[in-house]
């Protein structure tokens, strides 16, 4: 499996299949600012109010070859495993990535669990064998990358950009980037900010 985190702003994504387990994969891909359609006779009550809203276009209907034009990504969650694989194969030939929900074998990508802390992701995959377990060391690391973590990702990105602008030699500002990403350099704004909010 490759790793990466995909920026999917304004692209458009097909979610095929509107139950509960659909919902729950449109609401990852509306955080990321998809343009999502949504093909599916029947729908929940939370798609459907996302629907009236404007937040995805929902075409009430079966799932049809053409859905998956200009389509970056497809989501199959339907009931039905048979139309899961046959939507996988359908964007298999059009080069479109497809998850099948709950079918490892159809898919081309996995939802991992994720540990958010602002820009800070940490993400966790066992490649559809066991996402019980994923889900499981996402809570473990909880405790070990708190809350605290997000304003500091932030305030190392600021660093790195006036370094950026600042030092012009790469071996420099690269010993700088990495002692401003230590441990050390961690506890010193975990102390500072404790000390500005007081």
């Not at 995805?56 to 859905?67: I, M, P, T």
């Not at 809350?147 to 370094?163: D, I, S, T």
Request: proline fraction near 4%.
């Amino acid at each position: 499996m490759f790793p990466l985190f995909l920026k999917l702003a304004g692209r458009r994504c097909l979610l095929v299949g509107a139950g509960h387990v659909g919902e729950g994969k449109l609401q990852s891909l509306l955080r990321e600012k998809a343009r999502v359609t949504v093909v599916s006779p029947r729908a929940t009550d939370g798609v459907q109010r996302l629907a009236r809203v404007g937040e995805v276009v929902w075409r009430r209907r079966k799932f049809a070859g053409r859905d998956l034009d200009g389509m970056v990504l497809v989501v199959a969650a339907t009931a039905s495993p048979e139309t899961n694989a046959e939507i996988f194969r359908q964007a298999r030939r059009r080069g479109v990535l497809c998850n099948a929900v709950d079918d490892p074998r159809h898919c081309d990508f996995y939802y991992p669990a994720v540990l958010r802390r602002g820009r800070l992701q940490i993400a966790i995959s066992t490649g559809g064998a066991s996402p019980e377990l994923a889900s499981r060391l996402r809570k473990e690391l909880e405790s070990c990358f708190g809350a605290e973590y997000g304003p500091w990702v932030e305030h190392l990105g600021r660093r790195r950009e006036e370094l950026r602008q600042g030092v012009t030699a790469p071996a420099q500002r690269q010993q700088l980037l990495r002692r401003l990403a230590s441990r050390r350099a961690y506890e010193l704004f975990v102390r500072q900010s404790a000390s500005a909010e007081k």
